[in-house]
């Protein structure tokens, strides 16, 4: 039996003394659905777990110029919200592939980014999103981009004193369409073999911005800038989004990686086939939006 002793406050006040209290001897618990496996597995645990369950007011998701939502926001909340299917697509596509309906019940969207596993689905879509993240902690309150959040396979800019709030999407988003391919072995209850997630903004049929952002593909989540790059000012044809597709595969952009769940030549393929093609239902949801 592993042993831990359990707390759950109900404000954030609580558990900042708590997380002061205990120092590293504590771990904070959302959802649960990484963390409890994690226990099993490695037949450890933390002496206490502090539970953000009582936290409620941290599960919202609002349209206020910029697109707010709270960190105890469970996937099923973005999987059933019209904003995100209308507005932000990527990141709905990206909630609703993870796990089944009983997983996304429970877990939240900042414990999937505070896990910071290499095949969180949510965080390709973030990255294409430009996402910024807020913590805070007893000493106050920061904002950090999604694309500085991540420093390796399960580690993140968190702080142990700190809780992720909220997930912040600025306004100007609502320009671009996006959309997410998650390629794995099954549909359900599986981890993505590479996730590929693009946004972008036209101008007439003329590629004005973008963001590609790969999943599993390297130990952290990662933005395609070079692709980006690429595609700045050309045109939106089948020949430049397969170029684009080259680049974001290539060395140029990252070392794909060899896992048991996929090897890097096939990792490459799939980035090939699928940046085009998110690209173009990306293009196709601006045209239907606006």
Not at 135 to 151: A, H, S
Not at 243 to 264: F, M, N, Q, V, Y
């Amino acid at each position: 039996m592993i042993d831990y002793d359990y707390k759950r406050p109900d404000s954030l006040e609580e558990v900042f003394r708590l997380l002061q209290e205990y120092g590293p001897r504590a771990g904070l618990i959302a959802g649960g659905t990484d963390v409890m496996v994690k226990i099993r597995n490695t037949k450890k645990a933390p002496e206490v777990l502090i539970s953000l369950r009582g936290l409620t007011d941290l599960a919202y998701i609002r349209k206020n110029g910029h697109y707010h939502i709270g960190g105890l926001t469970t996937h099923r909340m973005l999987e059933q919200s019209e904003l995100l299917q209308n507005e932000l697509p990527a990141l709905y596509e990206g909630a609703s592939r993870i796990g089944s309906v009983q997983v996304r019940n429970v877990a939240t969207l900042a414990g999937n980014i505070c896990n910071a596993a290499p095949s969180a689905d949510t965080a390709g879509p973030l990255l294409a999103l430009d996402a910024r993240v807020t913590l805070q902690g007893p000493d106050g309150e920061r904002r950090v981009p999604i694309t500085e959040f991540f420093t390796g396979a399960y580690r993140t800019v968190r702080k142990q004193t700190e809780v992720l709030t909220e997930i912040n999407i600025p306004a100007h988003m609502e320009q671009f369409g996006s959309a997410y391919w998650k390629q794995s072995r099954r549909k359900a209850m599986n981890l993505p073999i590479v996730g590929i997630a693009v946004s972008l903004r036209l101008d007439n049929d003329t590629i004005s911005d973008s963001r590609i952002a790969l999943t599993v593909a390297a130990p952290t989540p990662i933005r395609a800038y070079k692709a980006e790059e690429f595609l700045a000012g050309k045109p939106m044809e089948d020949a430049v989004l397969a170029e684009a597709g080259r680049i974001a595969a290539s060395p140029e952009c990252c070392t794909l990686r060899d896992s048991l769940r996929g090897e890097a030549w096939y990792r490459a393929r799939i980035i090939e086939v699928y940046v085009p093609r998110m690209a173009r239902l990306a293009a196709e949801r601006i045209k239907k939006t606006h």
